[in-house]
């Protein structure tokens, strides 16, 4: 199999997420022209939030992005605040998606939407793909890629962009703490772990913020990355922008660090990793921070704060998504093992308060 036949593929359109095709070609005649008679809907697989589909007519291809049906909860599905993101970056940072149309008629599908160009590469998951043949040390220079792109992000000059009045960077770090605290008390289940030493130390560590004001990604993990299909070690997109804003750089990295397993971890934080950051050649904790302060000028002093963040963070999100289950809200039993992920991650977080693990 060669790189090529890796690339990630749309596909059939799940049941109850199909789209009103003539409405939309109604509506997109204008942005496309003649090429939205023929156009044809495809989805790609994954995701637990918004829904990603490919619009094709002919040769040409494009990315349409909605927010999951039956979702209330727009400032968690905010299409116009993405659309925005993306049509600051297009100038002055070449990794995110170009948008094309940005629609709030709720007549056409039924919610607010998007459609930006389509971008066509490798993406990594769970396990890392065998038939790429890469060595070690292609391994480890393709997985640093992936920071010197998000330390690409983190220098976009905010007034270039136009972003420079966006989002509410001043205090963002105490917001953080605070705000998914509160989630994580929200979340609570009786059989779930207690986070409260976590939750203490967070608040009792905080550092002081960088000082330093940037574009973030907030959930820049692997599989977000498109690498080129014929040179797997070139990052050419950035996906899923949906909580970017603009906030301390520092915490955007240990949001993506609190996904990073590597070898010397112990074994059941590894068997619990939704990517492969512990194969041979792949770069440890500390050459990522390394890079990433030589990348960015920024110094990562406090480090264990920003990690434990980061795991904390994806320990709330897991509860959160086992409580849907624990009070029936899904009955997906894949929702079930949240709760045991829950409890590895919060496990890794009372390591790094006991000193146990730094870096």
Not at 65 to 79: I, N, Q
Not at 120 to 127: A, C, K, N, W
Request: charged residues 25%.
């Amino acid at each position: 199999m060669s790189a090529e036949e890796l690339i990630d593929r749309a596909g059939s359109i799940r049941e109850g997420e199909e789209l009103d095709l003539e409405t939309l070609k109604q509506h997109l005649e204008p942005v496309l022209g003649a090429k939205a008679a023929n156009l044809e809907i495809t989805q790609f697989p994954g995701g637990h939030s918004n829904l990603t589909y490919l619009l094709s007519s002919g040769d040409e291809q494009w990315v349409l992005r909605r927010p999951p049906f039956g979702s209330k909860v727009k400032s968690a599905h905010d299409m116009s605040r993405e659309y925005r993101i993306l049509s600051a970056l297009k100038d002055v940072y070449s990794y995110g998606p170009v948008p094309i149309h940005f629609c709030q008629d709720h007549s056409v599908i039924g919610c607010d939407f998007y459609l930006m160009n389509y971008i066509e590469g490798l993406v990594i998951r769970r396990e890392y793909p065998s038939n790429l043949n890469l060595n070690p040390e292609q391994i480890r220079s393709q997985l640093l890629n992936i920071f010197d792109v998000l330390g690409d992000l983190h220098s976009v000059d905010l007034k270039e962009a136009g972003l420079d009045d966006f989002g509410r960077p001043v205090g963002y770090v105490r917001r953080q703490v605070e705000g998914w605290s509160k989630r994580w008390v929200d979340a609570v289940t009786p059989d779930t772990v207690n986070c409260d030493i976590t939750i203490q130390w967070l608040h009792d560590n905080m550092p002081e913020e960088s000082g330093k004001h940037s574009v973030i990604h907030n959930d820049y993990k692997l599989d977000n990355v498109i690498f080129d299909a014929k040179n797997p070690l070139q990052v050419i997109g950035v996906l899923d922008w949906e909580m970017s804003t603009v906030g301390d750089p520092l915490m955007d990295l240990g949001c993506t660090l609190g996904y990073w397993v590597q070898t010397d971890d112990p074994d059941w934080f590894r068997e619990a990793r939704t990517m492969p950051s512990d194969i041979d050649g792949a770069p440890k904790r500390v050459e990522i921070i390394s890079r990433f302060q030589e990348r960015t000028g920024l110094s990562v002093e406090n480090f264990p704060f920003y990690f434990c963040f980061g795991l904390f963070r994806l320990c709330v999100i897991g509860q959160q998504i086992y409580y849907r289950y624990y009070h029936g809200h899904t009955n997906d039993e894949r929702f079930a093992g949240f709760l045991s992920k829950a409890h590895v991650l919060q496990r890794m977080c009372e390591m790094i308060i006991a000193g146990e693990i730094e870096n």
